[in-house]
């Protein structure tokens, strides 16, 4: 399996301290779990059905013209390589790791590139993978981009996947609107914005035939009746929606300024994380994972990308460690 935010477990056996005295900002979750709505029996009593609303309320939310839900957006990744033919994928770099072994396992020849690099290899790929938000630089690329990319690959009955787990902090920016184009994929995950991971949720926004395909792959039920009627109410909660996404921007302010204080400007980011790319990344991840508080290092690029807080005191507690390592140096 590949290393992911999130493994406390093994940060205690690591470093022999013990679980509940960790502060984790290794994850791009909101801090912030939303209440949990009431679960009816029936939910928990039957095999989960379609018909409940969950696809209406998360097309509205998305504002896609179709859905469809899967176990968390992992379970798309993992099967959306099986329902091509093997061919030269694009993945662009740096990305979330499951990206390229997902389409390297089923087969297929994965090219990392650049931003720069696109353009020219465009005409060489059947799939261009992305992350946009970028998982973990935060990087931004602009839909009129994007959808230039996706007519060129379409042209030669290409895809653009785009993995939007954390676009929920800046919709506009988001192709949900354009899924009804064949060969244009969005990945949407319920987790981070709403602090949820544990639903294991996500979203596949693309045009009909290509969701009924994927819908064989995935099989039936692989949502829970539970996932699904609390996600219903929460997507349909839009004044909430409005208060999530100013805390959490507020809060991803705040944990960037907090950074600059320390002279650890950020280099990129969103309102779930903040990225930092710096020779010293891995001397400053195991400061702070010896005071335990736990970043997520990247060491094949020189990074390490910061959570956020979950209360006041994880914010001194913060604060305070990023004092003592700019005392250290």
Same mark, same amino acid.
């Given at each position: 399996?590949?290393? /992911?935010?999130?493994?406390?477990?093994?940060?205690?056996?690591?470093?022999?301290?013990?679980?509940?005295?960790?502060?984790?900002? *290794?994850? +791009?979750?909101?801090?912030?779990?939303?209440? @949990?709505? /009431?679960?009816?029996? *029936?939910?928990?009593?039957? %095999?989960?059905?379609?018909?409940?609303? %969950?696809?209406?309320?998360?097309?509205?939310?998305?504002?896609?013209?179709?859905?469809?839900?899967? =176990?968390?957006?992992?379970?798309?990744?993992?099967?959306?390589?099986?329902?091509?033919?093997?061919?030269?994928?694009?993945?662009?770099?740096?990305?979330?790791?499951?990206?390229?072994?997902?389409?390297?396992?089923?087969? /297929?020849?994965?090219?990392?590139?650049?931003?720069?690099?696109?353009?020219?290899?465009?005409? &060489?790929?059947?799939?261009?993978?992305?992350?946009?938000?970028?998982?973990?630089?935060?990087?931004?690329?602009?839909?009129?981009?994007?959808?230039?990319?996706?007519?060129?690959?379409?042209?030669?009955?290409?895809? %653009?996947?785009?993995?939007?787990?954390?676009?929920?902090?800046?919709?506009?920016?988001?192709?949900?609107?354009?899924?009804?184009?064949?060969?244009?994929?969005?990945?949407?995950?319920?987790?981070?914005?709403?602090?949820?991971?544990?639903?294991?949720?996500?979203?596949?926004?693309?045009?009909?035939?290509?969701?009924?395909?994927?819908?064989?792959?995935?099989?039936?039920? &692989?949502?829970?009746?539970?996932?699904?009627?609390?996600?219903?109410?929460?997507?349909?909660?839009?004044?909430?929606?409005?208060?999530?996404?100013?805390?959490?921007?507020?809060?991803?302010?705040?944990?960037?300024?907090?950074?600059?204080?320390?002279?650890?400007?950020?280099?990129?980011?969103?309102?779930?994380?903040?990225?930092?790319?710096?020779?010293?990344?891995?001397?400053? /991840?195991?400061?702070?994972?010896?005071?335990? @508080?736990?970043?997520?290092?990247?060491?094949?690029?020189?990074?390490?990308?910061? +959570? %956020?807080?979950?209360?006041? =005191?994880?914010?001194?507690?913060?604060?305070?460690?990023?004092?003592?390592?700019?005392? *250290?140096?």
């Amino acid at each position: 399996m590949l290393e /992911h935010g999130g493994r406390l477990r093994k940060a205690v056996q690591r470093y022999g301290i013990a679980l509940e005295d960790w502060l984790d900002l *290794s994850t +791009g979750l909101a801090p912030m779990p939303w209440p @949990i709505p /009431h679960i009816p029996l *029936s939910a928990w009593a039957r %095999l989960p059905e379609t018909n409940d609303g %969950l696809e209406e309320a998360a097309a509205c939310y998305y504002r896609a013209p179709r859905v469809l839900p899967a =176990a968390g957006s992992q379970a798309a990744i993992q099967a959306l390589p099986t329902l091509r033919p093997e061919g030269r994928i694009g993945v662009l770099a740096p990305c979330y790791a499951e990206h390229e072994q997902a389409w390297g396992r089923a087969g /297929h020849y994965v090219v990392p590139l650049s931003l720069d690099d696109v353009e020219a290899a465009l005409s &060489t790929l059947d799939v261009l993978v992305l992350v946009n938000p970028n998982n973990p630089t935060g990087q931004l690329i602009e839909p009129e981009r994007l959808l230039r990319w996706h007519a060129k690959l379409t042209d030669r009955g290409g895809w %653009l996947v785009v993995d939007e787990a954390f676009m929920d902090l800046s919709p506009a920016y988001s192709l949900a609107s354009w899924t009804d184009r064949p060969g244009l994929i969005v990945l949407r995950s319920f987790g981070k914005f709403f602090g949820l991971a544990g639903v294991r949720l996500g979203f596949v926004l693309a045009e009909a035939n290509l969701l009924e395909r994927l819908d064989d792959v995935l099989g039936p039920w &692989t949502v829970s009746g539970p996932a699904r009627a609390v996600a219903r109410e929460i997507l349909l909660d839009k004044r909430g929606h409005d208060r999530q996404r100013k805390r959490l921007a507020t809060a991803g302010q705040r944990l960037a300024d907090v950074l600059t204080a320390h002279e650890l400007v950020p280099d990129g980011g969103c309102g779930l994380f903040q990225w930092l790319s710096r020779p010293d990344a891995e001397a400053l /991840h195991e400061f702070l994972a010896s005071r335990a @508080i736990l970043t997520r290092f990247f060491p094949s690029i020189a990074g390490i990308r910061f +959570g %956020l807080p979950c209360d006041e =005191a994880g914010w001194t507690r913060l604060t305070l460690a990023l004092q003592a390592y700019k005392d *250290s140096l």
